[in-house]
């Protein structure tokens, strides 16, 4: 079966950054939204508004064009 993954984490660790760093820049207020999108039991479902605040955070900590790609990953039927 086909699914969808967050890449979240691995993008943190491959720049060096916290889920607190990208929780304070990015203006969002729960810090365990960042840290369970971060975790292994990471959620199914994470509304827009948030998905804007963590890409927004993203862009501002490293200053590179991050896109939805870079920390959501497509794994098709048999990968």
Do not use: C
Not at 10 to 30: D, M, V
Not at 42 to 65: I, N, Q, Y
């Amino acid at each position: 079966m086909s699914e969808v993954r967050w890449r979240l984490k691995e993008f943190l660790a491959e720049r060096n950054l916290t889920a607190y760093a990208l929780s304070k820049e990015g203006g969002i207020h729960r810090l365990s939204t960042v840290y369970r999108i971060t975790g292994s039991d990471a959620p199914t479902r994470v509304d827009l508004p948030t998905l804007a605040k963590v890409l927004d955070g993203l862009r501002k900590l490293t200053g590179e064009d991050v896109q939805i790609g870079d920390i959501l990953e497509y794994l098709p039927d048999g990968k």
